[in-house]
């Protein structure tokens, strides 16, 4: 499956923004969708995911995230979102969207397909 991440740019803190993840080539429902984020000299690390058709849907967040962000996809039109709310400029970083068959991992390294990245920059 090909990933094609959208919707980053630059917010005030406060603001809100909605990543898309648009995907291609495969069967939408049977994939797990994560969002990594990466900030400048950090590494990739884990932000939401919304289980595959086998999970029914389930969400996952990182805990600075909870009741600020909400993933959530659109299997008809083969895609994932990311509803950021309250953004703080700890939320600056790119954004990944990525794929799995299987449960939601935490972990990058379990992961088979990236799209390629989306900035969101939250000025203070």
């Not at 990933?3 to 005030?12: E, N, R, W």
């Not at 990466?38 to 600075?64: C, H, I, L, M, N």
């Not at 309250?86 to 299987?102: F, H, I, N, R, W």
């Amino acid at each position: 499956v090909q990933l094609q991440a959208s919707g980053g740019g630059l917010v005030q803190a406060g603001g809100s923004l909605r990543l898309s993840c648009g995907a291609s080539g495969g069967t939408f429902s049977s994939y797990t969708m994560t969002w990594f984020r990466q900030g400048p000299g950090k590494d990739r690390e884990f932000v939401a995911g919304v289980g595959w058709s086998e999970a029914g849907g389930r969400t996952d967040y990182e805990d600075s995230v909870k009741g600020r962000f909400t993933v959530s996809r659109d299997n008809a039109k083969n895609t994932a979102y990311l509803q950021m709310n309250s953004l703080k400029p700890e939320d600056t970083a790119v954004y990944y969207c990525a794929a799995v068959q299987g449960p939601i991992y935490q972990a990058p390294w379990n992961y088979d397909h990236w799209g390629q990245g989306t900035l969101v920059t939250v000025s203070s």
